[in-house]
């Protein structure tokens, strides 16, 4: 059984920083593929940024040159620094991670339980 498990998320005002990190725990998996989404209410969620194992990152529009996604493959952590927040960016963000399981064969994606952003003065 594999979890994903978010911390960091809060109040914050206009201009500051929050940083949000997610482990995948469990055993007998790999991660590929990790991310973060967000969601507002009665929105779609959305991609906010992704990063292979590789490396390679993907940003939303809306974040790039605020937003930084690293990740450290050895621990099967994701962090996402989150700088010059705006009210727009007040979402519940989701990790999100591609997991191959020893037990089975393909990419299985898994989410996270969602930690709530709040940008406001």
């Known amino acids: 059984q594999v979890q994903l498990v978010e911390s960091g998320g809060g109040l914050v005002q206009p201009g500051g920083s929050l940083r949000l990190s997610c482990v995948a725990s469990?055993?007998?998996?790999?991660?590929?593929?990790m991310g973060w989404y967000r969601q507002c209410p009665g929105e779609r969620r959305e991609l906010v940024a992704s990063?292979?194992?590789?490396?390679?990152?993907n940003y939303a529009v809306s974040v790039k040159g605020r937003f930084t996604i690293s990740r450290d493959n050895a621990k099967n952590t994701v962090d996402l620094q989150m700088n010059s927040l705006k009210p727009e960016d007040t979402a519940v963000y989701y990790c999100?991670?591609?997991?191959?399981?020893?037990?089975?064969?393909?990419?299985?994606?898994?989410w996270g339980q969602g930690t709530q952003v709040t940008v406001s003065s």
């Open positions: 990063i292979t194992t590789g490396g390679v990152t």
């Open positions: 999100n991670a591609g997991i191959q399981l020893d037990s089975l064969v393909g990419i299985t994606f898994y």
């Open positions: 469990g055993s007998g998996f790999r991660v590929a593929t």
